[in-house]
């Protein structure tokens, strides 16, 4: 502790408290977080999960760690500093002045970037959102806060209990279904809405109608003069069933949006990506066989006269032409040139289930009875039940707004839950919800992304459990 001065205290909560602190050998600034260790084994080992899964990770767009040591009981992790602040805190400066388009896709690619990677390492973050997204100096984007991150497959007791942010958190965890790499997917996508709104896209003025909007996919549209491909994307991340969400990785690279995103890709990322698709060569048969081809096309076109129709002149101007055997210097460059093999091709024009767009179009619309028509074959879509239970929407119609507020405390913060940090006031005027789903059903239609699910936690929260034991007196019999 003593290579450390403390600068000031930036956050304090009941068990964290996060430091500026400087570092006395290098004068560099970083944030070290004080952890109040818990007494029992189990809980010490969660409270050291941050701080292992932190020290695992490293990539652009996450926050670095430094080191972590433990002293008078306290669990301190030391990071990187962020001094940008965090996203929330720039969405609220905006006041309500938009974000330009640039930086919404700049910022969202890279906290893509960096959610992949963790995903790549078969770990959920469980907790994105606006306020632990962090802005350096130079405006680049880190993921942070790996308090509530869980390594997949790892200790079923933890499994049971998601830790998230009910504004962020995806419709599978309401309804108690398992929780994968798509669950962070559609906090992600709860981000990018608010910066291209500066609103959380569900808002609610209580619990019950928070989660149905949540549960049904609904809300409010994004401002018209948006690109195309950002309104598809939030569609798609707003599937209430995760194999119909993109993956990161898919978002990245084959999606309608990835071109957009890509230049906003940190160079490594792109790199890393150029390392994933598979690299063909052409063989020299093959090679020669385009060359003749490209010659003989060069022919046909050379007797024609080129330009005498558009310009009004029928003076023949000779065009260049291959010889009859292409040259070896042209052999040259086919031979190593790299041909993009069907698989890329399938990732840049065709969704994952090998469909063009415009086939897959096609099938949609062919398919209201929702099978889907692909190589002939008829494959039943699985869908999943619209609403979140009966018997948990009862529960929370019993229980009062201000009992949500403790209900909060699962999600390990104190603020009213119903009260999102970017909400105007506690009543919201867009309760009533059919009305906000989406439009424009065809264009907008994303298909199912089922081989896209990465990874899924084996065992669901029970979320049922944990609004019961905070309404206890709640009569079950009268459900
Ligand atoms: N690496 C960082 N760089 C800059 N600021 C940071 C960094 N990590 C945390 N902070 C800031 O420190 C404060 C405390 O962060 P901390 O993660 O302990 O709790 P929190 O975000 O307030 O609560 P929660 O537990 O809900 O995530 C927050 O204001 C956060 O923005």
Same mark, same amino acid.
């Given at each position: 502790?003593?290579?450390?001065?403390?600068?000031?205290?930036?956050g304090?909560?009941?068990?964290?408290?996060? %430091?500026?602190?400087?570092?006395r050998?290098?004068?560099?600034?970083? $944030?070290?977080?004080?952890?109040?260790?818990?007494k029992?084994?189990?809980?010490?080992e969660?409270?050291?999960?941050?701080?292992?899964?932190?020290?695992?990770?490293?990539?652009?767009?996450?926050?670095?760690?430094r080191?972590?040591?433990?002293?008078?009981?306290l669990l301190?992790?030391?990071?990187e500093?962020?001094?940008g !602040?965090?996203?929330?805190?720039?969405?609220?400066?905006?006041?309500s002045?938009?974000?330009? $388009?640039?930086?919404?896709?700049? *910022?969202?690619?890279?906290?893509?970037a !960096?959610?992949?990677?963790?995903?790549?390492?078969r770990v959920?973050?469980?907790?994105?959102?606006?306020?632990?997204?962090f802005?350096?100096?130079?405006?680049?984007?880190? $993921?942070?806060?790996?308090g &509530?991150?869980?390594?997949?497959?790892?200790?079923?007791?933890?499994?049971?209990?998601?830790?998230? =942010?009910?504004?962020y958190?995806?419709?599978?965890? *309401?309804?108690?279904?398992?929780?994968?790499?798509?669950s962070?997917?559609?906090?992600?996508?709860? $981000?990018l809405?608010?910066?291209?709104?500066?609103?959380h896209?569900?808002?609610?003025?209580s619990?019950?109608?928070?989660?149905?909007?949540v549960?049904?996919?609904?809300y409010?549209?994004?401002?018209?003069?948006?690109?195309?491909?950002?309104?598809?994307?939030?569609?798609?991340?707003?599937?209430?069933?995760?194999?119909?969400?993109?993956?990161l990785?898919?978002?990245?690279?084959?999606?309608?949006?990835?071109?957009?995103?890509?230049?906003?890709?940190?160079?490594?990322?792109?790199?890393?990506?150029?390392?994933?698709?598979?690299?063909?060569?052409?063989?020299?048969?093959?090679?020669?066989?385009?060359?003749? %081809?490209? !010659?003989?096309?060069?022919?046909?076109k050379t007797? =024609?006269?080129?330009?005498?129709?558009?310009?009004?002149?029928d003076?023949?101007?000779?065009?260049?032409?291959?010889?009859?055997?292409?040259?070896?210097?042209v052999?040259?460059?086919? @031979?190593?040139?790299?041909?993009?093999?069907?698989?890329?091709?399938?990732s840049?024009?065709?969704?994952?289930?090998?469909?063009t +767009?415009?086939?897959?179009?096609?099938?949609?619309?062919?398919?209201?009875?929702?099978?889907?028509?692909?190589?002939?074959?008829?494959?039943?879509?699985?869908?999943?039940e619209?609403?979140?239970?009966?018997?948990?929407?009862l529960?929370?119609?019993? @229980?009062?707004?201000?009992?949500?507020?403790? =209900?909060f405390?699962? +999600?390990?913060?104190?603020d009213?839950? %119903?009260? !999102?940090?970017?909400s105007?006031?506690? &009543?919201?005027?867009?309760?009533?919800?059919?009305?906000?789903?989406?439009?424009?059903?065809?264009?907008?239609?994303p298909?199912?992304?089922?081989e896209?699910?990465?990874?899924?936690?084996?065992? &669901?929260?029970?979320?049922?459990?944990?609004?019961?034991?905070?309404?206890?007196?709640?009569?079950?019999?009268? %459900?």
């Open positions: 502790m003593e290579r450390y001065s403390i600068l000031r205290v930036i304090e909560g009941s068990f964290v408290r996060a %430091l500026l602190v400087r570092t050998s290098s004068q560099e600034e970083h $944030v070290l977080k004080e952890i109040r260790l818990p029992s084994h189990s809980k010490l969660d409270s050291r999960r941050e701080a292992i899964l932190l020290s695992r990770m490293k990539h652009p767009n996450i926050v670095a760690f080191e972590a040591f433990e002293v008078d009981g301190c992790v030391v990071m500093f962020c001094s !602040g965090d996203l929330l805190q720039r969405i609220k400066q905006q006041k002045a938009q974000f330009c $388009v640039n930086d919404i896709l700049r *910022w969202f690619s890279q906290m893509c !960096g959610a992949r990677y963790i995903h790549d390492k959920l973050h469980r907790d994105l959102k606006s306020k632990n997204i802005l350096t100096e130079n405006g680049t984007v880190k $993921v942070g806060d790996f &509530s991150a869980c390594i997949l497959n790892s200790s079923k007791a933890y499994a049971q209990t998601y830790v998230g =942010t009910p504004y958190v995806a419709p599978e965890i *309401w309804e108690n279904k398992p929780y994968n790499n798509k962070d997917v559609w906090s992600l996508g709860c $981000v809405y608010e910066l291209c709104t500066l609103r896209p569900f808002q609610a003025s619990w019950k109608n928070l989660i149905l909007k549960c049904r996919g609904s409010p549209p994004l401002p018209r003069q948006l690109p195309y491909e950002l309104h598809y994307l939030v569609k798609h991340i707003f599937k209430t069933n995760p194999k119909d969400r993109p993956s990785n898919t978002i990245l690279t084959s999606h309608r949006v990835s071109k957009l995103l890509r230049p906003y890709s940190p160079p490594e990322v792109t790199e890393v990506e150029e390392r994933r698709r598979p690299m063909c060569r052409w063989n020299r048969d093959e090679g020669k066989k385009v060359a003749d %081809l490209l !010659g003989e096309k060069s022919l046909i007797s =024609t006269f080129e330009g005498s129709e558009f310009h009004g002149e003076t023949a101007r000779p065009r260049k032409q291959w010889a009859l055997e292409p040259s070896d210097s052999m040259e460059v086919l @031979a190593n040139a790299s041909l993009m093999s069907s698989e890329s091709m399938v840049m024009n065709q969704n994952p289930t090998g469909c +767009h415009e086939v897959a179009d096609t099938c949609f619309k062919l398919d209201p009875c929702q099978h889907t028509l692909f190589k002939g074959e008829s494959i039943q879509r699985r869908r999943w619209k609403d979140p239970p009966e018997e948990l929407l529960l929370l119609e019993k @229980a009062e707004v201000f009992r949500a507020f403790s =209900t405390l699962i +999600h390990k913060a104190g009213d839950p %119903l009260i !999102g940090p970017l105007q006031n506690h &009543s919201d005027d867009t309760d009533g919800s059919e009305q906000e789903k989406n439009v424009d059903e065809h264009r907008l239609e298909r199912s992304d089922d896209d699910t990465d990874f899924e936690e084996e065992s &669901s929260c029970n979320w049922m459990e944990e609004v019961e034991k905070l309404w206890p007196c709640t009569e079950t019999s009268d %459900l």
